[in-house]
């Protein structure tokens, strides 16, 4: 069995490379694993989730109008009716990308696929009925293997009450306590679900702020806002052992921040509390081990992340590869770009991966959004730069929904005023990122925003209410300290 074009995965930067591939004219066949296309953000991750999400931000939402004098009663949650309302929300996407290959003319092969040598995978286990062979040769690969969470083996003690993401989304039960190891953007959006459904969730972050690496403006009013929702926020804090006790996970953790139940100051050494269940959210980690990527000339760097080139083109020439799997940040939309580009590579396309803005989105709520340059890698580099905040209590659509917890912050080139950066926190911060994303794409000035008419009223006018303090006020230059 040939196939000029194979891509191994049908994850979001999969699928997005073989529909691509296809539309240009390319035979194409997609390898994957799971009887299903759309991967980990599918199936596991992004949908799944933010559709938990929606429910957690409606139960909010319904809390918050008690304000206004409207109040629904006692919550009342059908875990079972939840689940099978999630998984249909899965199998309506999954059932589109079938349709949507088999229109292509893609042939979607369900097995595992391991490389013999460069141009040749062997084929296991999966459908038979999919393949008449069991090796597949091909002309080019498109690598698109993604990413796994990671699980340290100090917090793999075997038990079913220790769970990472995918666990976390199968929703289980709603239990009565919940520790999530790790606060970045996963543990958060899956810890802000579970407190909304009734469980007293705490989180155990081992670095001094929530979401490291984000600006800290942003994470501010977020923080502030998940000390109301969350049992316990413990920063500089250490997990050193899991043990099952019974019904309990007992965690020891050590830092800081622990105090006694009275409120004392904590003593030294590990302390230990016990939750009924635990999320492990430390991040994710590379598919690049495991199917024969040894027998090709493709390279695998020391973070475990396949080496490519801005065509997305591996160290073997007929291998290239996209997504979670050649690095961060390990996002949808950026593999679902590279696999565009790297479809169009090998249908001779003069094309390349050159975005200055590749969007990111924590959807808690408030959710967390940025694109281009940040404040934090500004001061690394040590580029200066202008910066423009406008706080979301001067928006009369922020106080009318309640939402005045915002902030909208442009970074501005101090000599071309060419917009460079924005973050915004705040209520669908998400959409409002896409303008963001454009503007820095496009060179946009920061005139290019304020004389645009924004609709009134509105969360997007803070985009163009930002522009005007930077114009209105002579922002001073912010020039990071050099270490």
């Not at 083996?153 to 995918?166: A, G, K, L």
């Not at 598919?287 to 027998?295: C, K, R, T, Y």
């Not at 730069?385 to 009369?396: D, E, M």
């Not at 915004?424 to 304020?450: K, S």
Request: with cysteine; proline share 5%; hydrophobic share 40%.
């Amino acid at each position: 069995m040939h196939s000029q074009v194979v891509v191994l995965g049908g994850g979001p930067g999969g699928y997005a490379a073989a529909f691509m591939a296809a539309d240009l004219g390319l035979e194409v066949s997609i390898v994957e694993a799971d009887p299903r296309l759309g991967g980990t953000c599918l199936l596991r991750g992004c949908i799944p989730s933010k559709a938990l999400l929606h429910v957690a931000k409606v139960i909010s939402e319904s809390k918050a109008l008690e304000e206004w004098g409207v109040a629904f009663g006692k919550l009342q949650i059908n875990a079972d009716t939840m689940r099978a309302r999630k998984q249909k929300v899965i199998e309506t996407l999954t059932g589109g990308l079938a349709q949507l290959a088999k229109r292509r003319q893609v042939h979607v092969v369900q097995a595992r696929g391991v490389f013999v040598d460069s141009q040749t995978l062997q084929l296991e286990g999966g459908d038979p009925q999919t393949y008449d062979s069991e090796r597949l040769t091909f002309d080019h690969c498109i690598l698109a293997t993604g990413s796994v969470p990671a699980m340290p083996p100090m917090f793999n003690i075997d038990s079913h009450r220790v769970m990472d993401s995918t666990g976390a989304l199968a929703l289980p039960d709603i239990p009565e306590t919940l520790l999530v190891i790790g606060g970045g953007y996963i543990g958060l959006e899956m810890g802000t679900v579970y407190a909304e459904l009734g469980s007293q969730v705490s989180v155990v972050e081992l670095t001094a702020g929530l979401l490291p690496g984000a600006d800290r403006d942003l994470v501010k009013p977020l923080h502030k806002r998940l000390e109301q929702v969350y049992e316990n926020i413990y920063l500089n804090t250490k997990v050193v052992a899991l043990r099952q006790a019974g019904n309990k996970i007992e965690v020891q953790m050590e830092g800081p921040d622990l105090q006694h139940p009275a409120g004392e100051e904590a003593a030294a050494g590990p302390q230990t509390r016990s939750y009924d269940r635990v999320l492990v959210s430390v991040g994710r980690r590379p598919v690049a081990q495991g199917f024969g990527l040894e027998n090709t000339q493709v390279v695998v760097n020391s973070r475990g992340f396949v080496e490519v080139d801005s065509q997305q083109r591996t160290a073997d020439p007929h291998i290239l590869a996209i997504g979670d799997v050649v690095g961060d940040p390990m996002l949808a939309h950026k593999a679902a770009h590279e696999g565009k580009v790297a479809a169009e590579v090998l249908a001779g396309e003069p094309a390349a991966f050159d975005k200055l803005a590749i969007p990111a989105v924590v959807f808690t709520d408030p959710e967390i959004a940025w694109a281009g340059l940040t404040a934090e890698e500004a001061q690394a580099t040590g580029r200066p730069v202008k910066i423009a905040q406008y706080p979301w209590q001067a928006s009369g659509r922020a106080i009318a929904i309640g939402r005045t917890d915002g902030l909208t912050k442009w970074l501005i080139d101090p000599e071309t005023d060419r917009v460079l950066g924005c973050g915004i926190v705040g209520a669908g911060a998400g959409e409002l990122i896409a303008e963001a994303v454009l503007a820095i794409e496009m060179g946009c000035q920061v005139t290019d925003l304020t004389e645009s008419i924004h609709p009134h009223p509105t969360l997007s006018e803070t985009m163009a209410f930002a522009g005007e303090v930077h114009l209105g006020t002579a922002t001073e230059v912010y020039r990071p300290k050099r270490k």
